[in-house]
């Protein structure tokens, strides 16, 4: 792929491969058995006083990066000219992430507008061995977004241009702090619309979308942001800016670099704008919430979907009758159908109502024959599918309202989905408030949440690792959208190969030899 690197690229010899990891000596193929990975959850954990800290809540030792210095608030205030933030009320909610699970102690916010800030930024950061966390809309969930320490925030939200839009090939191209909502809106305005749809859609920014490769509930139709981005621009650890902004859809000159800053989570790079591909607009847009008996009939109606509704399904997703208990109880959303054990929003799109009309009519006709459907409702009006959709979108909100929420975002073979929580809530017996499952059926993707009146230390010991070695048990991933985070570092060897995880950290090493980027996220404490 064709990237203008701008600076010239320097490969250290480093002293330090990578901040806090033991590169290993030799490294296998083969994902560890559970009893290695417990052996190393328990080595990397130990407090040294005999106790055990959870692994999801761990917060590893603070490195030694500098401080701030008044000396370096002041190379900020010039360049950064009133958009250098030390006011400890308003860098709070900064420092804390939207579940206000993980909490950082930043003293300083930097809001740059350009990329060009963005390389003085980081390249004074480097040469000072200052920590930098760059954050976007704030709205993970495995605590990625926000500091561990007194790593410094880099806000990416004045960084909110559209840059250009394309409407023949269709292609946008923005900064990364512009809002998803805000993309979809001029998008619609010129017939096209984003590629990817989130319940934080209001609040997140594109940047983060792709530094996390968010999924999303359009995934079954449009694929991954690794299919959907064209090109990044970044910003490297020492300054260097490399623009791998293309707009083509081929381009087969060298490997594709951008790739690896997709998912990246911010430790490879800050992301500072985006090429995306963006489909056109439907012209008839249905949404379906059906009830289904058991989740083996859910599985029924997928595959009739995929039959009868074919190149118009858009989206399949579920909850379970707990998530609409909670839908009722906290939000108070009204089921719109009579009350099922499992429910189903079906999305399809397409250029002819007529034909999808014809197409939806048929497939409602046979699930109601067959008996996969028990009951249900069909909206077109917009404002109807918006609120259809809710019921689906509104049960993180939901979760929040429920105690203290302990989630699990994992990718398994379709039909074994719903079986962890069905699993999980057997093997806790009753030590749970409540356990609930809802998710994409269309790419295998579960959201398991598990909620209790308070943090509880000994429910988390039952969960974990549980949840990661079931998964890991049936080929699944620990992460299927969110991440790995600060939370969920450690768990790294569950879902990938010791040889793939020592490769990722040589990379970390080669683009970020200080380790100043978004640090403790995403590698493991120690390797393997």
């Known amino acids: 792929m064709a990237c203008l690197l701008r600076g010239t690229l320097r490969l250290t010899t480093l002293t330090r491969p990578l901040t806090n990891l033991d590169l290993p000596t030799a490294s296998g193929g083969l994902l560890l058995p559970p009893d290695r990975l417990r052996h190393h959850v328990r080595t990397v954990h130990d407090r040294g006083d005999g106790t055990k800290k959870s692994p999801l809540a761990a917060v590893p030792e603070r490195l030694p990066f500098s401080t701030v210095t008044q000396e370096d608030l002041d190379f900020f205030r010039k360049i950064l000219p009133g958009r250098t933030v030390t006011d400890p009320d308003l860098l709070e909610s900064y420092n804390v992430d939207w579940l206000k699970s993980s909490r950082g102690s930043s003293e300083v916010l930097l809001r740059p507008q350009t990329t060009q800030e963005v390389s003085q930024i980081l390249s004074y950061c480097n040469s000072r061995n200052l920590a930098v966390n760059t954050q976007g809309g704030n709205t993970g969930l495995v605590g990625g977004s926000v500091p561990v320490y007194d790593e410094i925030i880099l806000s990416t939200a004045l960084m909110n241009n559209i840059l250009s839009f394309d409407a023949i090939s269709g292609v946008l191209t923005c900064q990364a702090g512009c809002v998803l909502e805000h993309l979809s809106v001029y998008l619609e305005q010129r017939e096209h619309i984003m590629p990817l749809d989130l319940g934080a859609k209001g609040s997140c920014h594109i940047g983060g979308n792709v530094a996390t490769n968010a999924g999303g509930l359009r995934l079954l139709r449009y694929g991954s942001l690794h299919g959907s981005v064209l090109g990044v621009e970044a910003v490297l650890a020492d300054g260097q800016v490399l623009d791998c902004l293309s707009t083509l859809r081929k381009d087969n000159t060298g490997y594709d670099l951008k790739q690896l ?250 683009l970020d030899p200080r380790g100043i980027l978004n640090p403790y996220k995403t590698l493991p404490d120690k390797l393997l």
């Open 261 to 510: 800053f997709i998912g990246s989570e911010g430790t490879l790079g800050v992301i500072t704008a985006v090429s995306v591909l963006c489909p056109r607009k439907p012209k008839s847009v249905h949404v379906m919430f059906l009830g289904c008996e058991t989740f083996e009939q859910i599985l029924k109606t997928f595959q009739l979907c995929r039959s009868m509704l074919g190149e118009i399904l858009s989206a399949f997703e579920f909850l379970d009758s707990e998530c609409m208990w909670l839908l009722n109880t906290h939000l108070k959303l009204d089921n719109p159908i009579s009350d099922c054990p499992f429910y189903v929003v079906i999305e399809t799109s397409g250029s002819d109502p007529r034909h999808d009309e014809e197409k939806l009519h048929n497939f409602l006709e046979e699930a109601m024959t067959s008996s996969l459907v028990t009951d249900g409702t069909l909206a077109t009006e917009e404002s109807k599918t918006k609120a259809l959709w809710s019921m689906r979108e509104r049960v993180t909100e939901a979760l929040t309202h429920d105690g203290f929420n302990y989630k699990y975002d994992v990718s398994l073979p379709v039909e074994t989905i719903y079986q962890l929580v069905t699993d999980m809530r057997a093997h806790l017996r009753g030590q749970a408030k409540r356990v609930v499952g809802y998710g994409h059926v269309g790419d295998g993707n579960l959201h398991l949440n598990i909620t209790s009146p308070t943090r509880d230390a000994a429910l988390l010991a039952a969960i974990e690792p549980f949840v990661y070695e079931w998964t890991s048990a049936r080929r699944g991933s620990v992460s299927a959208e969110h991440g790995l985070g600060l939370k969920k570092r450690n768990y790294i060897y569950y879902s990938k190969p010791s040889s793939a995880v020592a490769l990722m950290a040589g990379i970390k090493a080669m």
